[in-house]
């Protein structure tokens, strides 16, 4: 009878239910996106270290994040080489170019990214027209489809400029987005070294790979021993470096979390506030219910049941904007990303707001005189 | 020799303090038997709906005490009270006090629920209840489909669904048109014929003194007289209900 009574109580006043579910519908989407687009956000802006086939980063000491613009000397790569398991050391050459439309226009800035195309370390992915072994034609540059209008490019073989130099685009690929304004544009070590003007005996990174037999830590701690002016990352370290330095030090990880922290404070407000009118106009019923002799926890059971209900139903419509937001914006510059343990999570929310919400109208409700009922 | 259901000692409530002070009862003794149907009469402000809440465990008394089939209600908190209001207590409102969102049956089966029978005999429970008020055919009915003196009917299934000792009734009859009052109280009158339940009805309807075994009144919160059938008999005739 408690749920009987529970969701009579809620779909019998629908304006009311539709207050409710409104709110939470609200507060659900609003988290959904926020957290959507920070999941998303922090994907994007490890998607290269994620991609590449390392299992340590030879990287400038203090490097923060991938985009970082420090080199470190050739010399750590020979060093590197002569540790015991480790069977590659690739040099990437990273850093930020203009690029020119071949139409004229102004100049867009592009996050440049280097590598030997002969290196299964770091290739562009996803590749759709052309290949990664293009990348090693004269002038050959990798762009994603989605920034050809962007970049002034209408089809692969596209012609440009990075930094006044000729820039031929050789192979395309689909969904590497950069979390920046700034498309990443691939190509080989040398072109890369020669748009940045970064000299041989430089790179942005070296990425080590060990054999499969090696032991990993010990590796490691060969590398740093002997490595001098660098520092040595596992690939967890520097995804965690580059997330914590774009999300946190710049702050706008803490802006997407601020706006879904509120998103959960407000719908709480609008829940609590449905919740408590709905319990002030059920009054009369639930003071019957004392008076016949219910126990407070019955009466407490029903008002969390309503609560709860209306969790499900809210966050049922919530999730289905948010599937339908997810599908809307997968080929967007930022993509709300929803996944399992995040919808999970999301539900778990909901009930805990409710609930949370539901402590006003059970307040008023421990309160009331069972007495009442005669007055009436 | 009935059995006594509700007895009363030396009750006093004071309601309210310091201007605003009001004695509602001053010293009423009391027992209720069970078989017995109760009246309990006086003028509005004589302390009858107070006595009725301490009687029903609702409110406590100041001072003197209260036994429901022979347990004090003597310092018991809320959630004890209410325990005893469960197993003892059935109560009938002036309002009827149903759930609208409920339907007849599911009305008087919430009675059983609160105090956790959930079985599947509650179910039949419920219907027994509603036969006995007549009102089977209306067991899916809800309580806007129903007219004033069936939902005080259903109100009264609810009252008794639980086998209480005691069902007390507040104005049960005020609500409703001679007919239907009539009917409510022809009801309460064959429960009241138990000789395991006490009914105690407070009541201003001088049309139901027909029906009491016994009638109190008060006023100014004391007892100021208890008859008996055989007493009060001779004037039951001339305050007949309008057939």
Request: glycine share 8%; proline share 4%.
């Given at each position: 009878?408690?749920?009987?009574?529970?969701?009579?109580?809620?779909?019998?006043?629908?304006?009311?239910?539709?207050?409710?579910?409104?709110?939470?519908?609200?507060?659900?989407?609003?988290?959904?996106?926020?957290?959507?687009?920070f999941?998303?956000?922090?994907?994007?802006?490890?998607?290269?270290?994620?991609?590449?086939?390392?299992?340590?980063?030879i990287?400038?000491?203090?490097?923060?994040?991938?985009?970082?613009?420090?080199?470190?000397?050739?010399?750590?790569?020979?060093?590197?080489?002569?540790?015991?398991?480790?069977?590659?050391?690739?040099?990437?050459?990273?850093?930020?170019?203009?690029?020119?439309?071949?139409?004229?226009?102004?100049a867009?800035?592009?996050?440049?990214?280097?590598?030997?195309?002969?290196?299964?370390?770091?290739?562009?992915?996803?590749?759709?027209?052309?290949?990664?072994?293009?990348?090693?034609?004269?002038d050959?540059?990798?762009?994603?489809?989605s920034?050809?209008?962007?970049?002034?490019?209408?089809?692969?073989?596209?012609?440009?400029?990075?930094?006044?130099?000729?820039?031929?685009?050789?192979?395309?690929?689909?969904?590497?987005?950069?979390?920046?304004?700034?498309?990443?544009?691939?190509?080989?070590?040398?072109?890369?070294?020669?748009?940045?003007?970064?000299?041989?005996?430089?790179?942005?990174?070296?990425?080590?790979?060990?054999?499969?037999?090696?032991?990993?830590?010990?590796?490691?701690?060969a590398?740093?021993?002997?490595?001098?002016?660098?520092?040595?990352?596992?690939?967890?370290?520097?995804?965690?470096?580059?997330?914590?330095?774009?999300?946190?030090d710049?702050?706008a990880?803490?802006?997407?979390?601020?706006?879904?922290?509120?998103?959960?404070?407000?719908?709480?407000?609008?829940?609590?506030?449905?919740?408590?009118?709905?319990?002030?106009?059920?009054?009369?019923?639930?003071?019957?219910?004392?008076?016949?002799?219910?126990?407070?926890?019955?009466?407490?059971?029903?008002?969390?049941?309503q609560?709860?209900?209306?969790?499900?139903?809210?966050?049922?419509?919530?999730?289905?904007?948010?599937?339908?937001?997810?599908?809307?914006?997968?080929?967007?510059?930022?993509?709300?990303?929803?996944?399992?343990?995040?919808?999970?999570?999301?539900?778990?929310?909901?009930?805990?707001?409710?609930?949370?919400?539901?402590?006003?109208?059970?307040?008023?409700?421990?309160?009331?005189?069972?007495?009442?009922?005669?007055?009436? | 020799?009935?059995?006594?259901?509700?007895?009363?000692?030396?009750?006093v409530?004071v309601?309210?303090?310091?201007?605003?002070?009001?004695?509602?009862l001053?010293?009423?003794?009391?027992?209720?038997?069970?078989?017995?149907?109760?009246?309990?009469?006086?003028?509005?402000g004589?302390?009858?709906?107070?006595?009725?809440?301490?009687?029903?465990?609702m409110?406590?008394?100041?001072?003197?005490?209260?036994?429901?089939?022979?347990?004090?209600?003597?310092?018991?908190?809320?959630?004890?009270?209410?325990?005893?209001?469960?197993?003892?207590?059935?109560?009938?409102?002036?309002?009827?006090?149903?759930?609208?969102?409920?339907?007849?049956?599911?009305?008087?089966?919430?009675?059983?629920?609160?105090?956790?029978?959930?079985?599947?005999?509650?179910?039949?429970?419920?219907?027994?209840?509603?036969?006995?008020?007549?009102?089977?055919?209306?067991?899916?009915?809800?309580?806007?489909?129903?007219?004033?003196?069936?939902?005080?009917?259903?109100?009264?299934?609810?009252?008794?669904v639980?086998?209480?000792?005691?069902?007390?009734?507040?104005?049960?009859?005020?609500?409703?048109?001679?007919?239907?009052?009539?009917?409510?109280?022809?009801?309460?009158?064959?429960?009241?014929?138990?000789?395991?339940?006490?009914?105690?009805?407070?009541?201003?309807?001088?049309?139901?003194i027909?029906?009491?075994?016994?009638?109190?009144?008060?006023?100014?919160?004391?007892?100021?007289?208890?008859?008996?059938?055989?007493?009060?008999?001779?004037?039951?005739?001339?305050?007949?209900?309008?057939?």
């Amino acid at each position: 009878m408690i749920f009987t009574l529970a969701s009579r109580n809620l779909f019998h006043d629908r304006v009311r239910l539709i207050a409710t579910v409104v709110g939470i519908v609200f507060s659900i989407v609003l988290v959904t996106v926020q957290i959507g687009v920070f999941l998303s956000f922090e994907r994007m802006i490890t998607t290269i270290i994620d991609h590449a086939q390392a299992d340590f980063w030879i990287v400038p000491t203090e490097t923060k994040s991938f985009e970082g613009s420090a080199l470190v000397s050739a010399r750590e790569r020979f060093q590197a080489l002569s540790v015991s398991g480790v069977t590659e050391v690739v040099p990437v050459v990273a850093g930020y170019a203009s690029w020119h439309k071949p139409n004229g226009g102004a100049a867009t800035p592009v996050l440049l990214v280097g590598a030997p195309p002969t290196s299964a370390a770091l290739r562009p992915w996803n590749v759709v027209q052309g290949t990664p072994d293009d990348l090693s034609l004269p002038d050959a540059v990798a762009i994603d489809r989605s920034y050809f209008e962007q970049l002034g490019i209408a089809q692969i073989g596209g012609t440009a400029e990075i930094n006044n130099q000729r820039a031929r685009v050789a192979a395309v690929t689909k969904g590497i987005r950069s979390f920046t304004t700034m498309p990443d544009v691939f190509t080989s070590l040398e072109r890369a070294r020669g748009y940045l003007g970064v000299s041989a005996s430089k790179a942005s990174y070296f990425i080590v790979r060990v054999s499969p037999n090696a032991d990993a830590a010990s590796v490691r701690n060969a590398l740093v021993a002997s490595v001098s002016d660098a520092e040595v990352l596992t690939t967890e370290e520097f995804r965690h470096r580059s997330r914590a330095f774009w999300l946190f030090d710049t702050g706008a990880g803490a802006a997407l979390l601020g706006s879904a922290i509120l998103g959960i404070i407000v719908g709480t407000i609008i829940v609590a506030q449905t919740l408590y009118s709905s319990t002030k106009d059920h009054l009369k019923e639930f003071a019957t219910l004392r008076a016949i002799g219910s126990s407070c926890r019955y009466i407490l059971m029903v008002i969390l049941v309503q609560a709860l209900l209306s969790a499900v139903v809210g966050f049922t419509i919530a999730a289905s904007i948010g599937l339908a937001l997810v599908v809307a914006t997968s080929d967007a510059a930022l993509p709300i990303v929803m996944t399992p343990v995040l919808t999970l999570g999301l539900f778990g929310l909901t009930l805990l707001m409710c609930t949370i919400a539901a402590i006003s109208a059970i307040r008023v409700v421990t309160r009331i005189d069972p007495a009442v009922v005669f007055a009436q | 020799m009935t059995k006594i259901m509700i007895e009363a000692s030396h009750i006093v409530k004071v309601l309210g303090e310091g201007a605003g002070r009001v004695d509602a009862l001053k010293g009423i003794n009391l027992s209720l038997g069970g078989g017995e149907l109760t009246l309990l009469m006086g003028p509005s402000g004589s302390g009858k709906t107070t006595l009725l809440s301490v009687l029903g465990c609702m409110m406590s008394p100041s001072s003197g005490n209260v036994r429901i089939c022979g347990r004090s209600t003597t310092g018991l908190g809320p959630e004890a009270l209410a325990g005893l209001r469960r197993k003892h207590v059935g109560f009938v409102f002036q309002s009827y006090h149903l759930f609208p969102t409920l339907t007849a049956v599911e009305n008087v089966r919430l009675a059983l629920d609160v105090c956790g029978d959930r079985s599947s005999q509650a179910r039949v429970k419920a219907d027994v209840a509603l036969a006995t008020v007549g009102l089977s055919h209306k067991a899916n009915a809800f309580p806007r489909e129903l007219s004033g003196g069936e939902q005080q009917r259903v109100a009264v299934a609810r009252a008794i669904v639980g086998s209480p000792s005691v069902v007390l009734a507040d104005e049960p009859t005020a609500a409703l048109d001679s007919e239907n009052g009539h009917a409510v109280m022809t009801v309460l009158a064959e429960i009241a014929k138990d000789p395991a339940r006490a009914l105690f009805i407070v009541t201003h309807d001088p049309r139901i003194i027909p029906f009491a075994d016994r009638i109190l009144r008060i006023e100014d919160g004391r007892i100021v007289s208890d008859q008996q059938r055989s007493e009060h008999a001779g004037a039951v005739h001339t305050l007949k209900y309008a057939s």
